[in-house]
């Protein structure tokens, strides 16, 4: 079977953890040339080295306007073009809307909002005079439906969903698409920090496992997530056969958000 990313270029923040590192080796499998990018050497050089030829690595904090400029042309030098952004690096953190500070809501937007927006911001450019491209936006449940203890992270996620249709209104005519993913849970050290940190803040002394089956059990499909499930879709979204597919934000829950 022909590979389903042959010949593009894609650039994956946060790559060297969790959703963002399986995508990585999957969009490789499927013939994609990919950037590598995130704030942790050592774990954005460990994805390159995993895929091999086909993968740069580049140090990025998503935050900062100067390393998404240098992560866009870094690409551009090595592959030559950019067809598809997943603009997928994040921060997760439980607070509530009492206590939280001025400092945890600003780096939350910061990190899983703002950098959205430069992201695309720089990517933009190169995709339109390439003749267009697919920007992947990691939104999540929480843009979707309100969930307690998660203020400033369903701020950020429900503000990537805005941006992901404003951006498909604007530069659809440009031959760029733009949908958002939005995942429930997904085991990564992103939701391993949660939960730890929930079940602190409730005094409980219940395992990671015996939480995951508590969260399993809220899903109509009776699982969490798996990094495949992800994967699979930001592969879709990225390939050609999503021709037609933009300004969507799309569960991707068992089921979660429709009960
Ligand atoms: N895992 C889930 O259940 C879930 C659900 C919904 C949405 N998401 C979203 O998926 C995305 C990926 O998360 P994950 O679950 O794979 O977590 P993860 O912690 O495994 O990966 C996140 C990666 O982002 C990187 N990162 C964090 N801050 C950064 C910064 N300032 N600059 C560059 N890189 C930075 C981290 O170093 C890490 O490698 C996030 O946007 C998260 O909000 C995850």
């Known amino acids: 079977m022909a590979h389903r990313l042959a010949g593009k270029v894609a650039i994956i923040t946060g790559a060297g953890s969790g959703i963002g590192r399986a995508s990585a080796q999957l969009f490789a499998a499927e013939g994609a040339q990919v950037m590598c990018a995130d704030i942790v050497t050592a774990h954005v050089e460990e994805t390159a080295r995993l895929i091999g030829a086909q993968a740069i690595a580049a140090t990025v904090d ?14 551009l030098a090595a592959f030559g073009r950019l067809d598809v ?86 530069y659809g005519p440009r031959n760029i698409r733009c949908n958002a993913i939005c995942p429930s849970s997904i085991p990564t050290p992103l939701v391993s920090r949660v939960w730890e940190q929930r079940a602190r803040d409730a005094g409980s002394t219940a395992s990671l496992a015996e939480q995951q089956a508590t969260v399993a059990a809220r899903h109509p499909m009776r699982r969490i997530g798996t990094l495949s499930d992800c994967a699979n879709l ?22 979660l958000t429709a009960t």
């Open 62 to 75: 998503v935050t900062r306007p100067a390393d998404i400029e240098r992560m866009v042309a870094q690409t």
């Open 85 to 170: 952004l997943y603009a997928n690096a994040g921060i997760g953190e439980a607070s509530n809307a009492i206590d939280m500070t001025i400092e945890q809501w600003d780096r939350m937007i910061a990190v899983n909002l703002t950098s959205v927006w430069l992201s695309a911001k720089y990517a933009l450019p190169h995709m339109i005079a390439g003749g267009g491209g697919s920007i992947i936006n990691q939104s999540s449940t929480a843009g979707l439906i309100g969930i307690p203890d998660l203020p400033h992270y369903s701020a950020a996620k429900t503000g990537v969903i805005g941006l992901t249709r404003q951006i498909a209104a604007e």
């Open 234 to 255: 930001a592969l879709f979204l990225a390939s050609d056969e999503s021709a037609w597919i933009s300004g969507a934000a799309v569960p991707l829950d068992g089921g």
